[in-house]
Each structure stands twice: as structure tokens, then as C-alpha cells.
């Protein structure tokens, strides 16, 4: 009904003004993207293993609400970060054996949270695909891009013997990283321009990463089919 109204319109707007193609290509162009939004990006996956349990839901077009327990306080105040420059809707409980150390739940996130953002974005028809940000946050400057694509790889770069925040060791940051570009088939570059104090540097590396997944999240009503070549991604 929606498509069909806009044709309408746009066929009565051509009468109007005889010659011109441009309100029939704006009209389908819309037409396009509604159709493409109207299917549901959502998804919602568990994890169970003797280390932890992981639950995830997600709405990637959402509008950025969060109900996050890790049981790790900085590493759900990253998350909702995460999910709030995203514009994602996100769900997150975990269960984890955080008594022997942050890291089997980190990973154990990163794993189910990237995998239901690949199994939300469907066949990526229509998607941006690629996404990128600078992102300052005080003395800290953080480039972030992604791709989409099904070819999953980290590169991260940022400065050597960064100090712990309370108990959470900044090296865990990379590790959730790569455990998210591996289950969401995601091409992940992150360096850290500059930057000194360690909550800083992770924070705008969260903030970052939710900025790019939001650019590649993107329909672009213009891409005919997927956003590559091989017509499959």
C-alpha cells in the first residue's frame, strides 16, 4: 500500500510537471527503502558454556537503548556506550566466571554479540557495508573502520603498557575486538592516535566502533542488491 501510494503520487506530480523523471525516481527510491527497513533486523542468541552463560538481543535499528549486566562494571559502561552511538537497541546478560578473571565473559560477549549482529543484518542487501570514525575523547584520539563483508580480521594498534581500570586489564578491549570481528564477519582496523589515560583510550575506541557500525548498518536505497561485486557477501 505504501509503494503503491507514493507511485500514485509521484505519477500525479509527472502530470504536472510533464518531463520531469526526478519526483518518479525520489518516489521509488523510498519506495525501496521501506521496503528494505520494513523487514526486522533483530536478533537474539545464548551461550552456554562452564565458563560462562551469555545472553544477547538486538534491535540494529533501534534507538539506542541498553539493559547491560556483565557483572563487569566497566565493561557494561563500555557496552552501553557501545549500544548508545550505535543506535542499536541491545540486551546483554552475562554469567561468568568473573571471580577467576574478566576474560572468558569479555570474550565470551564479544562471541554471541557479533554473531547476532551477522545474523541481523540478514543478506546485507542495501547495507553501507563499510563505516569509519575519528573520535576524540580529551587527550585521546581513536581511529575506527569496519567492513561488513564476511572477511573477518583485527588490526589493532594502541600504545604499549596501558594500566589497568580497577581490575579490568585494557588488554581485554582487544581481546572482545577480535572476538566480535570473528563472529560477525567484520573487517576491524583500530588505532590509537594518541592518547594516555586508559579509561579515555577505551572509550573512544567503544564510541568509535559504535560510530562506524553505524554508518555500515546503513540502507542505502540506491545499492542494487548486496554491496559487492561478487553479489554475495
Known sequence: PFQQFVLRYSLNQRKRQPGSPMMLLIALRIAKHHELMSNS?????????????????IDIDGC?????????????????????HSLCDLE??????????????????GIVLGSCIKEALRDKKGIYR?????LPM???????????????YL??????????????????VEEFLRAFANNAGA????????????HHIAESIFKGLAKACD????????VEGVPSTKETL
Request: avoid cysteine; charge should be negative; proline fraction near 3%.
Open 41 to 57: 533486523r533483530t536478533a537474539e542468541q545464548k551461550r552456554d558454556t562452564a565458563e560462562t552463560k551469555v545472553e544477547v538481543k
Open 64 to 84: 539506542g537503548q541498553s539493559k547491560i549486566n556483565t557483572g563487569v562494571a566497566f565493561f557494561d559502561h563500555m557496552l552501553t556506550l557501545f549500544s548508545k
Open 92 to 109: 546483554i546478560i552475562a554469567d561468568g566466571d568473573i571471580e577467576v578473571d574478566y576474560h572468558h565473559t569479555v570474550e565470551d560477549v
Open 130 to 134: 563499510y563505516g569509519w570514525s575519528l
Open 138 to 152: 580529551d587527550e585521546t584520539l581513536s581511529r575506527v573502520a569496519v567492513d561488513f563483508g564476511g572477511r573477518p
Open 155 to 172: 588490526s589493532f594498534n594502541a600504545p604499549e603498557k596501558i594500566e589497568s581500570i580497577r581490575e579490568f586489564s585494557f588488554g581485554l
Open 187 to 198: 573487517n576491524i582496523h583500530v588505532e590509537v592516535i594518541s592518547g594516555r589515560d586508559a
Open 215 to 222: 554508518i555500515a548498518f546503513k540502507i542505502d536505497p540506491r
